[in-house]
């Protein structure tokens, strides 16, 4: 028997009148896990978590949770997850204590029971300070942390965060970012949503790329990144005299075509990624005399798989985000 | 946990956030509590001199029951205020994700609405009996006539909730949960006889539910005849209640936050 799944999907499919949003979703999260569903606006990314979570009944396909059916069995279901919508659902005129307390009254935990949790994830999600505030006046990353707060009050087997960080300053997303790994570690399985490519990267064990409601690709982020062809490396050097000494040295170490700039002086070929090729390159163009300028190495971002796979890229929709799209670029001056 | 026990348990935990918030929201119950204390004396003094009620001793005998009925059908429209903001903030999705009860939302909403509304109620009474209205009839009847009146009032919150998350917006919610109720009390017995209408007007308000209930409250605060209005007004209410919970709680279980 294969191991348990914490999540899984087959062919989920859900439309809304005249829009598909859901066309046949297929997704399976092992337990512990920290998988994230990245797509563009409108991919489905909400509607696949509402499913799982029970708030919407499937048009076609079957969704499991540690097993249990969710269209069968929704109250066992909600027994075992822990939801954190992409709005904030904070009762605003309660303190941060009593969202808390309140969340777990209706998980029916004791009350003292309650009140320990309510202090510990206090404690945890730094809000200590701010526990007998009113939430009216919180901010957003407060109210996101209180958001996960609230959801982890028993101890969820599953824990869906829905796009946890959109809206929040750097800041607060570096934060969130650290509490999320955090949370991985400590055993939760965890569903993430996002539009952020570099959230996604950072996050996840895995990625699952979905667009008009549906799955078009899965893997870690490197075998993504690598199945579009894995790292570039460009070199500029300084003399044009050396083209063909540099060139040379590049086809040796590239493991692919070449290209020359419209320069003469701008070479770019793909790499195997940590093959410390870099430092072969450097050490080799050294020794035949070729002064370097500038050398680059560039991953490509999950913007490049986007692109690959949909033939648009991600933020073509329309986009209300502020965040940070890019990955990141690692450069190489010598 | 047994389901009754689960939603007995879960209404009261939603009633108690309700009612929590209550004070730290004050002005929102001040002016809740200004609005019918307006209505009485407007229309005791602006019009008592005007119109005349053959059968009562005064105006203000005839008008009360009616003001009371119409506070109280207005204090409905919380519900619904208050079930389109849980959507617009969220909390539907997340209190639909706990294994809580599915009817405990809407239980606990009404029933916290009611508890506002029979303290307004209350201060509404008293400024009533400084302007000189008076219980004509006996103690017993006077309970049974404001027992109507809120029964009637709980009955359309569950109209206002079913409306509360038809909508897309709380200001949808305000509007239409608001917007029937003029005609729905003032083509009524409430302020006038429907004698004094035209025809085809005093046909309609004769019919009108919330006449059968203003009716059946002002004959009992009176001490009057009240024939088989109170149980009309009963029937009315549990029908309401019966229907529109019915189809609020089906709504509930399909209702996402925007
Ligand atoms: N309740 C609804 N009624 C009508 N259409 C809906 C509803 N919910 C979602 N949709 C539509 O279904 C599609 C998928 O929406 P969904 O919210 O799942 O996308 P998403 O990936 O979460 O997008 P976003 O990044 O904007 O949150 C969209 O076209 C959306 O407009
Ligand atoms: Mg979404």
């Known amino acids: ?334 | 946990m047994t389901d009754l026990s689960m939603v007995v348990q879960d209404s009261w935990t939603e009633a108690g956030r309700h009612l929590r918030i209550i004070p730290r929201n004050i002005e929102v119950l001040i002016f809740a509590t200004i609005q019918p204390i307006m209505f009485i004396v407007l229309f005791s003094y602006v019009f008592g001199g005007a119109i005349t009620a053959p059968g009562f001793t005064n105006y203000d005998q005839f008008l009360m029951p009616g003001i009371f009925a119409q506070s109280l059908v207005f204090g409905s429209a919380f519900t619904g205020v208050g079930l389109a903001e849980d959507l617009s903030k969220g909390l539907v999705d997340r209190l639909r994700s706990l294994p809580m009860s599915r009817s405990a939302v809407l239980i606990g909403r009404t029933v916290s609405d009611l508890l506002r509304n029979i303290f307004t109620f209350t201060i509404m009474v008293v400024i009533a009996f400084a302007i000189g209205f008076r219980l004509e009839g006996s103690f017993a009847q006077a309970t049974l006539a404001t027992f109507v009146l809120l029964l009637f009032s709980y009955s359309l919150s569950w109209v206002q909730a079913l409306i509360g998350l038809s909508v897309k917006s709380v200001e949808a919610a305000n509007s239409a949960g608001f917007i029937w109720m003029f005609p729905l009390t003032f083509v009524s017995s409430a302020f006038v006889p429907p004698e004094t209408m035209p025809g085809w007007l005093e046909a309609i308000a004769n019919a009108n539910p919330f006449t059968i209930v203003t009716n059946a409250s002002r004959a009992l605060y009176n001490g009057m005849p009240v024939g088989n209005d109170v149980w009309y007004s009963i029937g009315w209410s549990l029908a309401l209640i019966a229907v529109f919970a019915g189809l609020a709680t089906r709504k509930f279980g399909r209702s996402t936050s925007a």
């Open chain 1, 1 to 334: 028997m294969p191991e348990q799944l914490a999540v899984e999907a087959r062919g989920l499919e859900k439309r809304f009148g005249e829009t598909v949003a859901l066309a046949g979703v297929d997704l399976e999260v092992p337990r512990g896990a920290l998988y994230g569903l990245l797509g563009p606006n409108g991919a489905g990314k909400t509607t696949t978590v509402r499913v799982l979570t029970t708030l919407l009944r499937p048009d076609a396909g079957t969704a499991r949770l540690d097993g249990i059916d969710v269209v069968a069995e929704p109250h066992r279901v909600r027994e075992r997850i822990g939801l954190t919508g992409q709005y904030a659902a904070v009762e605003e005129r309660l303190t941060a204590r009593e969202n808390i307390e309140y969340i777990a009254r209706l998980f029916h935990l004791p009350r003292q029971e309650g009140r320990r949790r309510a202090g510990e994830l206090l404690e945890r999600f730094d809000l200590v300070d701010a526990a007998d505030r009113v939430v009216k006046g919180f901010s957003g990353g407060m109210r996101r942390r209180l958001d996960i707060a609230m959801s982890l009050i028993a101890r969820p087997s599953v824990l869906f965060l829905d796009e946890p960080t959109t809206g929040l300053d750097p800041r607060s997303r570096l934060a969130m970012w650290e509490l999320i790994e955090e949370l991985e570690h400590d055993g939760t399985t965890v569903l993430l949503t996002t539009q952020y490519l570099d959230e996604a990267d950072r996050l996840a064990d895995r990625i699952v790329v979905i667009d008009h409601g549906r799955v078009i690709e899965q893997g870690t982020a490197d075998e993504l990144k690598d199945r579009i062809g894995g790292d570039r490396i460009t070199v500029s050097i300084a003399r044009i005299e050396n083209q063909a000494k540099a060139l040379e040295v590049l086809r040796q170490r590239c493991n692919g075509p070449v290209d020359v700039e419209g320069d003469g002086r701008t070479f770019s070929g793909p790499i195997r990624t940590g093959d410390r090729v870099v430092p072969g390159v450097v050490r080799a163009l050294d020794e035949v005399g070729v002064d370097v300028l500038d050398l680059d190495v560039r991953r490509p971002t999950l913007d490049d798989v986007f692109l690959t796979l949909t033939g648009r890229p991600v933020d073509a929709a329309d986009d209300d985000s502020d965040g940070v799209t890019g990955a990141p670029l690692t450069k190489v001056t010598s």
